[in-house]
């Protein structure tokens, strides 16, 4: 029912910035949040950042000022920019979305974020 395609994604240096794109298509779903996980290779995946339809705002510890997640309601997009990038923020970047009258969340395939010293 909902597909979700990310980008946005690549190589850059640290210091740098990137900015992620998800749109959400293919359903009239409602979503009550909308977000950002990452994982790097050997760890868990977490969350970076997510939305909810009012506006509130998670962000992980690591992340706080200088990254910032925002959604476009009539578009169904999520983004994330990232700033002050660091090689610790490499990793495979999955947006996620929950329906709001479900519960049910959906994944995208991510994208590869790459950050050189």
């Known amino acids: 029912q909902v597909q979700l395609v990310e980008s946005g994604g690549g190589l850059v240096q640290a210091g740098g910035s990137l900015r992620l794109s998800c749109a959400a298509s293919g359903s009239t779903f409602s979503f009550s949040y909308m977000g950002w996980y990452r994982q790097a290779p050997g760890k868990q995946r977490e969350l970076v950042a997510r939305i909810s339809s009012d506006g509130t705002t998670n962000y992980a510890d690591s992340v706080k000022g200088r990254f910032t997640v925002s959604r476009d309601n009539a578009k169904n997009t999520v983004d994330l920019q990232m700033n002050s990038l660091k090689p610790e923020d490499a990793g495979v970047y999955y947006c996620?979305?929950?329906?709001?009258?479900?519960?049910?969340?959906?994944w995208g395939k991510g994208t590869q974020v790459a950050v050189s010293s």
């Open positions: 996620h979305v929950t329906g709001s009258h479900t519960g049910v969340g959906y």
